[in-house]
T-cell receptor, first 114, second 118 residues
Framework: DGGITQSPKYLFRKEGQNVTLSCEQN?????MYWYRQDPGQGLRLIYY???????QKGDIAEGYSVSREKKESFPLTVTSAQKNPTAFYLC?????????????FGAGTRLSVL | AQKITQTQPGMFVQEKEAVTLDCTYD???????LFWYKQPSSGEMIFLIY??????QNATEGRYSLNFQKARKSANLVISASQLGDSAMYFC???????????????FGQGTILTVHP
């Protein structure tokens, strides 16, 4: 089955700790995205990548880092510099071959601070 | 200024009735796309329907249709014959094409919680 897999489903971070959220897709999509969702809010873009080995900051990139070494994978690291990391994180991907560029999402990771 | 505005924090509908969820948008880009997503309590965002700014016809996908009024900058989602499983949060989103510097970026509204009553 093609899709986007995010892991873990739940993650807990201690003070001063970096944590990494995984996002893998087997849809052969070119672009991948990370969004953050706070309770009762819409999604805000953290980082995105249109192609392997290239990525751009979104609206709220401070305290986060990403890499795109493989087309299938776009991990997000929440660093200790992110002072309010508790949120729901969603990964998405899309293909450049379709002009609609519909973004398809994974099931998300809920991050909490201990 | 808000680029996507959803003015209904919550909506209620009786099962089998139709419901309209409002969305207005703000852009000066002539080329843009409008999307609706459903987010059930599990959290996953499910794509429902897409409307391109140059599309002449309103988009339809099964029980979902998009009432696109370009001059008013509105893109309301109509769900016909509501089902209990339609209870969820619904988000309107826009993708602008200008500049290429934010390729594919979606801007989301705040969402509308839909509750379907039996």
């Amino acid at each position: 089955d093609g899709g986007i897999t995010q892991s873990p489903k739940y993650l807990f971070r201690k003070e001063g700790q970096n944590v990494t959220l995984s996002c893998e897709q087997n849809l052969n999509h070119d672009a991948m995205y990370w969004y953050r969702q706070d309770p009762g809010q819409g999604l805000r873009l953290i980082y995105y990548s249109q192609i392997v080995n290239d990525f751009q900051k979104g609206d709220i990139a401070e305290g986060y880092s990403v890499s795109r070494e493989k087309k299938e994978s776009f991990p997000l690291t929440v660093t200790s510099a992110q002072k309010n990391p508790t949120a729901f994180y969603l990964c998405a991907s899309t293909t450049h071959r379709d002009s609609k560029n519909i973004q398809y999402f994974g099931a998300g990771t809920r991050l909490s601070v201990l | 200024a808000q680029k996507i505005t959803q003015t209904q924090p919550g909506m209620f509908v009786q099962e089998k009735e139709a419901v309209t969820l409002d969305c207005t948008y703000d852009t000066s880009d002539p080329s843009y796309g409008l999307f609706w997503y459903k987010q059930p309590s599990s959290g996953e965002m499910i794509f429902l329907i897409y409307q391109g700014s140059y599309d002449q016809q309103n988009a339809t996908e099964g029980r979902y249709s998009l009432n696109f009024q370009k001059a008013r900058k509105s893109a309301n989602l109509v769900i016909s014959a509501s089902q209990l499983g339609d209870s969820a949060m619904y988000f309107c989103a826009m993708r602008e094409a200008s500049g290429g510097t934010s390729y594919g970026k979606l801007t989301f509204g705040q969402g509308t919680i839909l509750t379907v009553h039996p």
